[in-house]
């Protein structure tokens, strides 16, 4: 293969690269006023261009670069959604940074260079591209956790963020170090080759280490610590970002790593998944119930959801990536609409507001957002005429299909015990004493993306499910 | 690597990997092997001086002394150029570099020590528990049958370090080098966008208006009369 077609096969990596710089040149030497929301929306743009090019030899390109990038039906799939939600988490963003000013154009820059690394996350054959996309991810991450440097909690979030995610990074090396060490090779063909004949116990120790790794990007537990302060302290923007986008991209890293390299190993890696699972969501469950504040809140539904999700890859077989894939696919449509009525959360002076108790009455001082708000809930608890129930339902299939019984039986159950702290918030927006009324939702980007978003959640979007179990399910036969 | 090398010390010089060109025959075997225990020795003795000397100054002196040794190893084994760059970019930059900030920053560092006893049981813990996995990784790794062969850097012995180095660096991990380099930008990035602050009150210079400026904005010719002064 030439250079060329290489290059082509990496056209989303090189117009988020080009791109980024570029920007970075405007956003340094232009003094046009409103320069963050002009540089937003040429990076949508670019993340659509991006998009539009895996239709070409991005999207199924096969291995570059010695095999140390792959384009198949599986990344173009990841990265669908993780250019989507960035998009997104760009759209959202102007108005909530405006209003204190600090809607610089660095924010969607390092968006786009956190999605050129979830980019080089999902589609990496080797461990050292696994690595450098983790890391051009991470880096980006912690710079927009504490974007608002002069809020206390932002910079607090960052720094949680930054210290406790270097040392996941360790952890994470350490395992890769030792894998090397073990098998001579760092691809995940060879990996995968030199574990066919048995594990030795220094594979075993390198596995466990970067499965660690990889749960604390994915925020599963035990490595869950971080988020609720990261979430809650970070701006909500970025918060809806870091719910979405990386953890598709590490849940997709850690599915490569573990159906392509670690394939041979799969007793050894199934037990730590269902353990990881059960506790994600039984934690996710139980410690969200207590919680005032909603930020906090959705980062515990989002440690629940990532269990959820981690059924389907212990099943271990095709079907359960596919059903994985496509949870996360429901998953993200859904807590992004979440964090866009959060965003509406307004006194009336436009400051945010993130206490529960405040969507009291909502239900009367704006319908709309309300009935917006409900379908999410519901959908995120897996109520069945929700698309949130499918995401749910696909994933206990596949691991009834794989034998899992008690982990699909207990699955249900914590779930029951999940639905009760959703619930609880319909039950403020509708029953409760009226509180203080928000200031009107009136961004049309904002509202529509909202329309679209519980749209796509609502019954409407049974519609969607064949194209979405086609697409699912050919990204998973990529990878066996 | 342990073990293996443990039993047989003097293969250590006579690795595949050693291609010294300056040093050969049974004779320069010993000078060879000398060489090694000197740099060696020197190598560890700097480095746990490193780790105990009281004053930071002497704990980076030692710093450049340990980093100058290696580069010695370096040389032995036939890697010339990463030689070169321990020396250039190490010594020269990086521990010149850390000897500065060492001697700016007003470090207390009695204060640094207070909680040394009070945090030593956890640390003793960390550091058993630590030596237990080295002990256990280095006890599992004779059973793994992996010989230097399947490990990378499986390279055609005539050709220069250079070559190879650049071989693997430009060619076979292209990409991933390209993705460090941006790894790079986004830490720098990261750190304007967090201490980049505009000052007000400051008078930067404007070099575009510099050169634009013409003889005839700066100056004007007036013909005051006497006894009276220039209206400015």
Redesign the interface.
């Known amino acids: 293969m030439t250079m060329l077609e290489s290059l082509l096969v990496?056209l989303p990596e090189l117009i988020l690269?080009l791109g980024a710089?570029d920007l970075?040149l405007v956003a340094a030497f232009s003094n046009k006023p409103d320069l963050g929301r002009r540089v937003s929306i040429y990076a949508v743009l670019m993340l659509i261009a991006c998009g539009l090019a895996l239709l070409g030899p991005a999207g199924n390109g096969g291995a570059v670069?010695?095999g140390?990038?792959y384009a198949d039906a599986f990344s173009t799939f990841s990265k669908v959604l993780i250019y989507a939600s960035a998009a997104i988490a760009i759209l959202m963003a102007p108005r909530f940074f405006d209003r204190r000013g600090e809607m610089?154009p660095?924010y969607p820059?390092?968006i786009l260079?956190s999605a050129?690394?979830m980019g080089?996350m999902v589609s990496s054959g080797?461990l050292?591209?696994l690595y450098?996309?983790l890391?051009?991810q991470s880096?980006?991450a912690?710079?927009l956790a504490?974007?608002m440097?002069q809020d206390t909690r932002s910079a607090e979030a960052?720094l949680k963020y930054f210290v406790l995610g270097a040392l996941a990074s360790g952890i994470l090396l350490y395992g890769v170090s030792?894998i090397y060490?073990?098998?001579?090779?760092?691809s995940y063909q060879g990996i995968g080759a030199a574990m066919a004949s048995g594990l030795?116990?220094?594979?075993l120790?390198g596995l466990v280490f970067v499965l660690a790794g990889l749960a604390f990007k994915i925020s599963a537990v035990p490595f869950h610590m971080w988020t609720p302060d990261v979430y809650e302290g970070a701006p909500t923007p970025v918060t809806a970002f870091f719910a979405t986008a990386p953890k598709i991209a590490a849940v997709a890293l850690a599915i490569r790593v573990m159906f392509d390299a670690l394939a041979p190993a799969t007793d050894a890696w199934q037990q730590i998944v269902i353990f990881v699972a059960l506790a994600s969501i039984a934690l996710g469950a139980v410690a969200a119930i207590g919680q005032s504040n909603v930020k906090r809140l959705l980062a515990y539904s989002s440690i629940n959801n990532i269990g959820f999700a981690l059924i389907g890859i212990a099943a271990g077989t095709q079907a359960g990536v596919a059903a994985t894939l496509s949870y996360m696919a429901i998953y993200v449509v859904m807590t992004l609409g979440s964090f866009l009525c959060v965003l509406q959360m307004r006194d009336a002076q436009g400051r945010p507001v993130e206490d529960i108790a405040s969507l009291a009455g909502l239900s009367k001082s704006q319908p709309a957002l309300a009935a917006a708000f409900a379908i999410f809930m519901f959908s995120l608890a897996g109520i069945p005429p929700l698309l949130g129930f499918w995401g749910k339902f696909l994933v206990f299939d596949a691991a009834v299909a794989a034998g899992l019984f008690p982990l699909a039986v207990i699955g249900i159950a914590l779930s029951v015990i999940g639905a009760y702290y959703y619930l609880r918030i319909i039950k403020t927006i509708y029953f409760d004493d009226a509180a203080a009324p928000y200031a009107p939702a009136n961004s049309v980007v904002e509202n529509g993306l909202i329309a679209v978003t519980a749209a796509t959640v609502s019954p409407l979007g049974y519609l969607l499910v064949p194209f979405l179990a086609l697409t699912a399910g050919n990204a998973a036969q990529a990878l066996f | 690597m342990g073990a293996r090398n443990r039993r047989e010390p003097c293969r250590r010089c006579a690795l595949p990997l050693s291609r010294s060109r300056f040093l050969q025959g049974s004779q320069d075997n010993v000078i060879q092997a000398f060489a090694f225990y000197l740099f060696a020795t020197i190598v560890i003795a700097s480095g746990a001086l490193t780790i105990v000397s009281r004053n930071p100054v002497h704990s980076v002196l030692w710093l450049i002394l340990a980093f100058f040794n290696a580069a010695g190893l370096m040389l032995l084994i036939g890697a010339e150029f990463i030689a070169m760059l321990l020396v250039i970019v190490y010594v020269g930059a990086v521990a010149v570099l850390f000897l500065f900030v060492v001697m700016m920053l007003d470090i207390d560092f009695a204060e640094l020590r207070a909680g040394f006893t009070r945090y030593l049981p956890f640390g003793l813990l960390i550091a058993v528990v630590l030596l237990c996995e080295m002990i256990f990784a280095v006890g599992v790794w004779n059973f793994a049958d992996i010989g230097p062969d399947t490990r990378m850097g499986t390279i055609d012995p005539d050709m220069p370090n250079i070559e190879a180095i650049g071989r693997a660096l430009y060619d076979r991990y292209l990409l991933v080098f390209e993705g460090a380099g941006i790894v790079l930008l986004v830490a720098m990035v990261g750190a304007i966008v967090l201490t980049h602050r505009e000052r007000g009150g400051v008078r930067p210079q404007n070099i575009s208006k510099q050169i634009k400026r013409r003889p005839e904005d700066a100056t004007r010719n007036t013909q005051p009369e006497v006894g009276k002064g220039v209206e400015l």
Do not use: K
């Open positions: 990496v690269t710089t970075l670069f010695g140390l990038y610089r660095e820059i390092l260079l050129l690394g080089f080797d050292m591209m450098i996309g890391e051009m880096l980006a912690y710079v504490s974007f440097r960052g030792l060490g073990f098998t001579g090779t760092t030795s116990m220094g594979e120790f």
